[in-house]
C-alpha cells in the first residue's frame, strides 16, 4: 500500500545540479546576483514572493538585506567545495564557538535559529528532534560564530531503554572538545527543570569546568510569577556568578516588574533605562559583594557531590530570552559577538552550516512527522530519498519515501483523504524553499517496511 503527494512552491530562484567539477568562484558570483536580485524585487515590487520567503519587512533597508544570511545550496557538490574553500576572511578576523547544551525540549535549535536569522534546525515540541551535533556558522562583520547545536542531554540508561542512538548520548559531549564557551540553555517554564540542572550537564560542566560558561533562562514569556525567575538563577547558579556571590533578593513586592537580560556585561544600561524595576531586577542578580572568591568555585567535588548538585557556580553570566518571539535574542548574540577573540575563521561567509542539503531536509520532513503523528509513531519512520534532482523548470524535486511499520500507522501518516501527508508535504516543502531559496516539489510516499 502506498501513496504519493506533490507540493510545490515557486519562488523564481534555481541552481544546476550537474555531476561535474564545481567551479566556486562561479557559484560566488552566482550568490552575489541572488543577493542583488532580492534586493530588485524589494524595490520595485512590494509583493514579491521572495521578500515573503526570507522575511523581509516594509521597514527593511538595503543594508538590512544585505546582511541577511544566505541560503544553503541545494547542490552537495557545491556544499561541499564551498566548505572547503579558503575563507573570505578579514584582517582582523574573530571567531567563538560556543557549545550549547541543555535538556530535550529546552529550545536549542529554536535558539540556534533565532541568532542565524533563518531556520535551518528543526524544531518540534517533541523531544530528540535533534539527533545528532549541528554546526550553525554566524557571520557579521569581522566575526564569525560558530554554534554547535547537540542533542537534548539524556542519561545512559534512558538511551538504552528507549533504543535510542548513542549520538544523543555521546555528541553533547564531543561538542565540548572544541568549545570556547559553553551555553547552559534552560526551560524555565517546567517546574522540574527551572529548580535543576541535569547530572549529565553538571557532569559536563564539571569536566570541561576551564571552558567559559554562561546560563541562559529560555521561555521567560511563559513564566506568569516573574519572582520565580531570580529563584531559579539563585538554585541554578547556587547563587554565584562570575566567581563572586550574587545578592539575589526576593521580587514578591515588585510581582509586576518586566524581565531584561540579566548579564554583568549589560549593567551600564541600568543607567540611562526608563523602568526603574527593570534597573532593579538586573541589580538584585548582579551585585557582587567584595569577598574574595567564593570558596565552592575552588574545588569540581566528588561524583557523589556533582550528584547531589542543582546548580553550577562557575556560571559568568545570566540571561533571560524567550527564543520562540526573539525577545532579547540579539542581546545574546551580541553578548557572543563581544566574546570572540582573534582568530581564523573556520567557514567561507556564505556558510550557514555544515550540514549536508540532503541531512537538512530529512531533518525537515522528520519535524513534520514528529509535530502531525502521535506518540512514538514518529520515532519509528525510516525515510528513503529516491531522487534528488533538478526539474524541467530549474526546481528542487525531491521524491522521498516513508517507511512504517505497522498497517494502521500507514493508514495514521497518510490521514483521512490524503490530508496529513498532504500537509506534511506542504509545511515540509515551504520550509525547504526558504532553506535553499529556490522553487521546491516535494513527492511523499508511503509504505510498510518489509
Known amino acids: 500500500m502506498w501513496f504519493s503527494r506533490l507540493c510545490a512552491v515557486r519562488v523564481g530562484c534555481s541552481r544546476a545540479l550537474g555531476a561535474s567539477p564545481i567551479d566556486c568562484s562561479s557559484f560566488l558570483n552566482r550568490r552575489l546576483a541572488q543577493r542583488v536580485n532580492v534586493m530588485v524585487a524589494y524595490g520595485h515590487n512590494k509583493d514579491s514572493a521572495i521578500k515573503h520567503i526570507i522575511g523581509i519587512s516594509e521597514d527593511t533597508t538595503s543594508n538590512d538585506l544585505i546582511q541577511h544570511p544566505p541560503g544553503v545550496s541545494y547542490n552537495k557538490a557545491e556544499h561541499d567545495s564551498l566548505l572547503i574553500q579558503r575563507p573570505d576572511q578579514p584582517e582582523n578576523s574573530k571567531t ?5 547544551l541543555g535538556a530535550p525540549n529546552a529550545g536549542k535549535s529554536t535558539l540556534s535559529n533565532q541568532l542565524l536569522g533563518r531556520k535551518i534546525f528543526p524544531v518540534s515540541k517533541k523531544v530528540h528532534t535533534t539527533r545528532c551535533q549541528a554546526q550553525c556558522v554566524i557571520t557579521d562583520g569581522e566575526t564569525q560564530l560558530i554554534l554547535l547545536d547537540t542533542p537534548g542531554m539524556v542519561n545512559p540508561s534512558k538511551v538504552k531503554r528507549h533504543h535510542l542512538e548513542k549520538s544523543l548520548l555521546q555528541d553533547p559531549w564531543d561538542s565540548l572538545k572544541s568549545a570556547d564557551l559553553v551555553l547552559v540553555l ?77 548579564s554583568s556585561s549589560q549593567m551600564e544600561t541600568c543607567e540611562s533605562s526608563n523602568s526603574i524595576q527593570d534597573c532593579e531586577l538586573a541589580t538584585n542578580l548582579h551585585h557582587i559583594t567584595e569577598e574574595n572568591v567564593h570558596p565552592v568555585v575552588k574545588k569540581v567535588g566528588t561524583v557523589k557531590d556533582l550528584k547531589s548538585r542543582k546548580g553550577w557556580p562557575h556560571f559568568q553570566d545570566v540571561f533571560m530570552l524567550s527564543a520562540v518571539n526573539g525577545d532579547e535574542v540579539q542581546t545574546l548574540k551580541k553578548y557572543l559577538l563581544n566574546l570572540a577573540k582573534p582568530g581564523e575563521w573556520e567557514y567561507h561567509s556564505d556558510i550557514v552550516t555544515s550540514q549536508s542539503p540532503q541531512e537538512i531536509c530529512n531533518n525537515i520532513i522528520r519535524e513534520k512527522l514528529l509535530e502531525h503523528l502521535p506518540q512514538e509513531i514518529p520515532y519509528n519512520v525510516m525515510q528513503v530519498t529516491d531522487a534528488w534532482e533538478e526539474g524541467p523548470a530549474g526546481e528542487l524535486v525531491i521524491r522521498q519515501t516513508l517507511l512504517v511499520q505497522k498497517e494502521n500507522h500507514v493508514k495514521l501518516l497518510i490521514g483521512p483523504g490524503g490530508q496529513v501527508v498532504k500537509q506534511i508535504a506542504l509545511e515540509a516543502g515551504q520550509d525547504l524553499m526558504n532553506i535553499f531559496l529556490c522553487d521546491v516539489r516535494l513527492h511523499l510516499s508511503v509504505k510498510i517496511k518489509k
Open 96 to 100: 567563538l564557538r560556543v557549545a550549547i
Open 186 to 262: 534552560v526551560d524555565v517554564s517546567e517546574h522540574w527543570s527551572r529548580n535543576s540542572l541535569s547530572t549529565e550537564i553538571i557532569k559536563c560542566l564539571s569536566q570541561y569546568q576551564y571552558i567559559p560558561s554562561i546560563l541562559v533562562l529560555n521561555k521567560v514569556d511563559l513564566v506568569k510569577k516573574k519572582a520565580l525567575l531570580l529563584d531559579s538563577t539563585n538554585t541554578l547558579t547556587e547563587g554565584i556568578v562570575n566567581k563572586k556571590t550574587a545578592v539575589i533578593q526576593s521580587m514578591a513586592k515588585s510581582p509586576k516588574a518586566q524581565v531584561r537580560v540579566m
